[in-house]
């Protein structure tokens, strides 16, 4: 199944706000205390307010025994839609054939 271009990404505070954080049973404060953060920066987190860093997702894969680069690739997905929104590009030209370059957008 193809992603729709047009719909954004789902933000890691989504899923961890909805799905993850309800599962464990516990507070969002004990959560936040077991996460090593700060209560503030959590609920940050959850409202979409702050994007999930290296580090923040090396501490949620720990908690949750998840990988870290799956909290930091939908968080680069998240960012990458954006930035591609807001971003003017029309102005640079695309070079072809470029060794080791990526062919995906």
Known sequence: MTRNPDRCPTHPGELLREDVLPATGKSKAEIARLLGVSRQHLYDLLAERKPVSP????????????????????????????????????????????????ATA
Do not use: C
């Open 55 to 102: 580090e923040v997702a090396v501490r949620i894969a720990k908690l949750f025994g998840t990988a870290p680069l799956f909290w930091i690739r939908m968080q680069g997905a998240y960012d990458a839609w954006h930035a591609s929104r807001k971003v003017d590009v029309s102005a640079i030209p695309t070079l072809r054939n470029v060794p080791g370059a990526s």
